[in-house]
């Protein structure tokens, strides 16, 4: 069984929402970035990163899910570049998932 991508890593996943969250703000004129959880999405930010507590109560489906509305998110609203990862901030699952 081949490894399959699902996501990035959780420290790097944090730095491309936060960095969304602040274009977002630039771009739009908001400030998303000050808020908390759910309320970025209320307010049409990036779809909230499984990390922490999400990292340990998801399963790698429901990661890389979240991830591609990550990516779709950002592709809507011209972020595209901001979601790129190197090799090394990829996390990979052994699990056959799809």
């Not at 969250?21 to 808020?35: A, F, L, M, N």
């Given at each position: 069984m081949s490894n399959e991508y699902i996501c990035p890593m959780p420290m790097r996943w944090s730095e491309i929402f936060?960095?969304?969250?602040?274009?977002?703000?630039?771009?739009?004129?908001?400030?998303?970035?000050?808020?908390?959880?759910?309320?970025?999405?209320?307010?049409g930010g990036p779809p909230i990163p499984l990390i922490?507590?999400?990292?340990?109560?998801?399963?790698?489906?429901?990661?890389?899910?979240?991830?591609?509305?990550?990516?779709?998110?950002?592709k809507r609203h011209g972020f595209s570049d901001d979601v790129v990862l190197a090799e090394n901030e990829k996390y990979y699952s052994v699990t056959q998932f799809y």
């Open positions: 936060n960095t969304l969250c602040t274009k977002y703000d630039e771009k739009y004129g908001t400030s998303i970035s000050g808020r908390v959880g759910i309320n970025i999405q209320e307010a922490l507590g999400g990292w340990a109560f998801s399963d790698d489906s429901q990661k890389h899910e979240r991830w591609q509305e990550t990516i779709e998110w950002a």
